[in-house]
């Protein structure tokens, strides 16, 4: 199947200071990107979608200055939270749908476990 | 708006038993998928099974089936022959134009 890569997997950080989170499609291109955000055994929260060379698609309820995407190329996406605050201490996923939307699936990266200090 | 329901945030069964995990969903688009993901405690996204709508044949894949029933817009998963290793979270999904998940069974295999 189909690979994408997150990293980092784990960051540490101090309130106050912006963390990038990138998520790339290693064998395949992927117009359409998606963030997650997951809390301990609840579900995951689509956050965004992002497309290639255009604006991010916000969910209701995130807030687009502390979230920022950025989808540069068929191949990575970033998300960058910024002005980190503990409350923004979660568990963070990628996924990417390849351009060909014949099977509809999606693939995602490993996550990334953010807690701010 | 899409939604996705999963009435069952637990289940438990025994090793080598067949557990069955609903979902339903509420969608007024024609052509979707729906799936089955599985998220084991390595919090890995794993896809178990796929079906897309417009089939009306059950998908299957070894151990795992499902029962769609597309006009109750009901789409459950069948596990067979329960091993430890199914141990996990799992997460049905639709995808549309959106890809929604719905909230999730925390499935249990005793040995």
């Known amino acids: 199947g189909a690979v994408v890569s997150q990293h980092p997997s784990r960051v540490i950080c101090k309130s106050g200071t912006s963390v990038k989170i990138e998520c790339r499609s290693l064998?395949?291109?992927?117009?359409?990107m998606f963030w997650y955000r997951q809390f301990p055994k609840q579900s995951l929260m689509l956050m965004a979608t992002?497309?290639?060379?255009?604006?991010?698609?916000?969910e209701q309820g995130v807030e687009k200055d502390k979230f920022l995407i950025n989808h540069a190329s068929l191949t990575l996406s970033t998300l960058t939270v910024t002005s980190a605050h503990p409350e923004d201490s979660s568990f963070y996923i990628c996924s990417a749908r390849p351009g060909d939307r014949a099977s509809g699936e999606l693939f995602f990266g490993e996550g990334s476990r953010l807690t701010v200090l | 708006a899409q939604t996705v329901t999963q009435s069952q945030p637990e289940m438990s069964v025994q090793e080598a038993e067949t557990v069955t995990l609903s979902c339903t969903y509420d969608t007024s688009e024609s052509n979707y998928y729906l799936f089955w993901y599985k998220q084991p405690p390595s919090r890995q996204m794993i896809l178990v099974i796929r079906?897309?709508?417009?089939?009306?044949q059950n998908a299957t894949e070894n151990r795992f089936s499902v029962n769609f029933q597309k006009a109750a817009k009901s789409f459950s998963l069948k596990i067979s022959d329960s091993q430890l290793g199914d141990t996990a979270m799992y997460f049905c999904?639709?995808?549309?134009?959106?890809?929604?998940f719905g909230t999730g069974t925390s499935l249990t295999v005793i040995p």
């Open positions: 079906q897309e709508a417009y089939k009306q």
């Open positions: 999904a639709f995808a549309g134009n959106q890809f929604y």
């Open positions: 064998d395949f291109q992927a117009t359409t």
């Open positions: 992002s497309n290639e060379g255009s604006k991010a698609t916000y």
